[in-house]
């Protein structure tokens, strides 16, 4: 879906670049000249968005937002200059560059919504999958070198568990771990002990390492 997405995105662009050669050039040379350069520009940053699978909301939410805004200076300019005749390919290509415009302008707006719009669960996903693992694998680093032994800094059982883990997460860690703190309610997975960790999948986090 997002490679369509920026598909139609290159779309509108080169309906863009087309209409600024028929029309806009005959405006204002210069002007509409550095625009369709913006707009070639645009599309391979779009190119580039797609193939590094990032996103770029607001910035095509303000290149489009220009171009309509170009589109209704246009509009104006062949009003005031009547020797300049649109003609019908004039007024089809206008139409259809509004609506192509409006909808660019629409899916930037769209794209940064969805950039903001991280809960609490997605983040709490990447810490499990992506942050935890390579904290685990420095204090690993970190104990070999320093030859320190591990230590366990849970010693006693905690109710309804001993351990909490949780369900977008491959440790565990006692209930008093900055860690554990920040896990969902609803995510939590509570652990009578280690058989029971190992048993479901679960691995020790660096807090409850031994001496």
């Known amino acids: 879906m997002k490679g369509g997405k920026y598909f139609a995105l290159l779309v509108i662009l080169f309906i863009n670049i087309f209409t600024l050669i028929k029309m806009g050039l005959r405006v204002n040379f210069l002007s509409e000249?550095?625009?369709?350069?913006?707009?070639?520009?645009?599309?391979?940053?779009?190119?580039?968005?797609?193939?590094?699978?990032?996103?770029?909301?607001?910035?095509?939410?303000?290149l489009f937002l220009v171009s309509l805004i170009n589109l209704f200076y246009i509009r104006h300019m062949f009003i005031v200059l009547p020797k300049i005749n649109a003609g019908m390919l004039g007024r089809l290509l206008f139409g259809v560059n509004m609506l192509g415009n409006t909808i660019g302008f629409l899916i930037g707006i769209t794209s940064i919504k969805k950039q903001e719009d991280i809960t609490e669960e997605e983040k709490e996903e990447i810490i499990g999958k992506d942050i935890e693992p390579k904290i685990e694998e420095m204090d690993k680093k970190i104990g070999e070198q320093t030859k320190e032994e591990p230590w366990d800094?849970?010693?006693?059982?905690?109710?309804?568990?001993?351990?909490?883990?949780?369900?977008?997460?491959?440790?565990?860690?006692?209930?008093?771990?900055d860690w554990a703190k920040r896990i969902n309610k609803k995510n939590r997975v509570w652990l009578k002990g280690k058989a029971e960790a190992k048993k479901k999948g679960y691995k020790a986090h660096s807090c409850l390492k031994k001496k």
């Open 33 to 62: 000249l550095l625009l369709i350069v913006l707009f070639l520009i645009a599309s391979l940053i779009i190119l580039y968005s797609v193939f590094k699978e990032r996103e770029y909301g607001l910035f095509i939410t303000i």
């Open 153 to 177: 800094s849970v010693v006693e059982a905690y109710y309804p568990g001993k351990f909490l883990a949780s369900k977008k997460s491959i440790y565990y860690h006692a209930p008093k771990c």
